[in-house]
């Protein structure tokens, strides 16, 4: 029957019911479009995906990661963006692969650039709606302006400006090989070889820099530097008392915290309080329950600030154990690669390397009342994914002006869907993407080592920005894993002329997309001038200020 031969009560009530209806069945990622949540985004340094207990029952060391991922969503196929500090971090900042942005591999700590000031990060998304912004911990995208984050959207920053272990360090700590120390004599440092080899490359103590302001309109903010060096053995515990302190003072407005820890990287230190308090007795274990009870300070700042149930939390790591470490790194879980160490000429799979080891990580999600607790994910998700799935809640509009490599989790995360990424690319050291993940099969046109544990090249014990691989081998057709069947990528399948035509393509259109959008280019020379000193009248640049 025609509707309008019902009567006009009965019309108004068909009507509403659709419209209730209507919104019933709206998705709940697109009902929280432009909701402006707070959030929290935890990185990890060298982090394993065995690296939790709830990833891997050896591990014993994380109730409060533990806990947060039984409160939300735990990814079972989750992805760092590249496989070493730099690009990773880029990636997760930016949302696009390293090819993109130019940061394909690690600045040093002489570093003249940074990440290409026309790459916008989540920050500077964030900040003209509203957002307050904080970062602490390690940035390693450029020390100098305008690439110090206090350029770069942050209302304040308290961290180091690269890696703990590139410079010097006074405290205890414990490394491979061991850490070098500041305060010995000035003719040790000048009969030290690798001091001697370049002039002015001495090593200085690792700065630990205190901003308070964002420095976008401001001369110079890369030399607010409070200690140096840092002491590595308070400096998870300030971390801590910097998040809680900010999560209480801008708990009334929207605010994204960004926290890069220095655990899990090399050198290991911590407060006294945390000398054997791993079950397993290592020095690998205390440095986790010292980050873990970070972790559990964080969230209860949430609860206690009452933003919990306001506040999307990620918890994620830069790329996998860094293997030549020995005892100091960390596990990979079941993702051990093992073509390359029988049939690959050896090495190792972890930090550096594209085998799952590398960059399969730990991924977190938690925001409750709005994703379910207690779930494991099998979607195939990313770093990468950060960018979107922030700005979409935070109501910003991506620019149309650039390619973007991440997707908004939203449908995962609120929705319940299990699938995301169809296709994922994994950079190497240098940024090519030569390893692709396509559904369960993962295709191999290069494959090549980290140096393993007991290694002696001082060139990745040193780090040498994640360029130098071992056994580096060339395939094609390329060798192809099933990695359901087979997640130690032990035996790749027989040739399927199909699979290899689905990749080959794969590939072709990623590098057809990278030519044909707007890409940047990074400054990877050195000035070691612009390094970071709190006292030039010291060899180290040793200081220490209220």
């Not at 099933?482 to 393509?505: G, H, M």
Request: aromatic share 10%.
């Amino acid at each position: 029957r025609d509707i309008m031969e019902f009567p006009t009560a009965l019309r108004v009530g068909l009507f509403l019911s659709c419209l209730l209806c209507h919104s019933c069945s709206e998705l709940l990622s697109d009902k929280l479009r432009g909701s402006k949540p707070n959030f929290v985004v935890m990185f990890m340094d060298d982090t394993g995906w065995g690296d939790i207990g709830a990833n891997w029952p050896e591990t014993v060391e994380t109730k409060h990661i533990d806990a947060l991922a039984a409160r939300g969503v735990r990814f079972y196929d989750f992805h760092a963006g590249a496989s070493v500090c730099t690009p990773s971090r880029a990636a997760l900042l930016t949302g696009r692969y390293g090819l993109r942005t130019g940061v394909t591999h690690n600045f040093g700590e002489g570093a003249a650039g940074g990440l290409p000031t026309n790459e916008t990060v989540i920050p500077e998304f964030l900040k003209p709606v509203g957002y307050k912004t904080k970062m602490l911990g390690k940035w390693h995208l450029g020390q100098s302006k305008p690439f110090h984050p206090s350029y770069r959207g942050f209302d304040s920053y308290f961290g180091l400006p690269y890696s703990n272990d590139m410079g010097c360090i006074d405290v205890k700590c414990y490394n491979l090989p061991p850490q070098r120390n500041c305060s010995r004599p000035h003719h040790a440092w000048l009969e030290d070889i690798e001091e001697q080899t370049v002039a002015g490359r001495r090593k200085l103590g690792v700065p630990l820099y205190n901003c308070t302001t964002d420095c976008s309109d401001k001369a110079n903010c890369s030399q607010v530097i409070i200690e140096q060096p840092v002491d590595l053995t308070t400096l998870d515990q300030r971390y801590g008392n910097e998040a809680v302190n900010f999560i209480s003072n801008h708990k009334n407005e929207p605010f994204f915290l960004y926290i890069a820890f220095a655990h899990m990287h090399v050198p290991h230190a911590f407060e006294p309080r945390w000398n054997h308090s791993s079950p397993r007795n290592t020095i690998w274990g205390d440095t986790l329950m010292e980050v873990d009870n970070t972790v559990g300070r964080i969230l209860k700042a949430l609860n206690d600030s009452g933003v919990e149930d306001n506040t999307l939390v990620f918890l994620t790591a830069d790329n996998g154990p860094w293997n030549v470490k020995c005892e100091y790194g960390g596990s990979q879980g079941p993702w051990s690669g093992d073509w390359q160490k029988l049939q690959g000429g050896g090495g190792a799979t972890g930090k550096f390397t594209t085998w799952e080891g590398g960059h399969r990580e730990v991924g977190i999600a938690a925001w409750p009342g709005k994703i379910k607790p207690g779930r494991v994910s099998d979607a195939l998700a990313s770093t990468l994914d950060f960018v979107p799935t922030i700005t979409h809640l935070a109501g910003v509009n991506l620019p149309t002006d650039r390619a973007f490599d991440g997707m908004n989790l939203g449908p995962v995360l609120f929705d319940g869907k299990e699938e995301a990424h169809k296709t994922l690319y994994h950079p190497d050291g240098r940024g090519n993407l030569h390893v692709i993940r396509h559904g369960k099969y993962k295709a191999f046109y290069t494959t090549y080592a980290a140096s393993p544990c007991g290694e002696t090249d001082p060139f990745e014990l040193n780090d040498d920005h994640g360029t130098r691989r071992r056994h580096e081998t060339n395939h094609y057709p390329p060798i192809i894993f099933n990695l359901e069947a087979d997640p130690q990528e032990s035996s790749p399948i027989p040739f399927d002329p199909d699979l290899v035509a689905t990749f080959d393509k794969l590939k072709a259109d990623i590098y057809q997309s990278i030519g044909t959008t707007p890409r940047s280019k990074a400054n990877y020379q050195s000035d070691w001038a612009k390094r970071g000193c709190c006292d030039p009248n010291h060899f180290a640049c040793v200081c220490k200020k209220d």
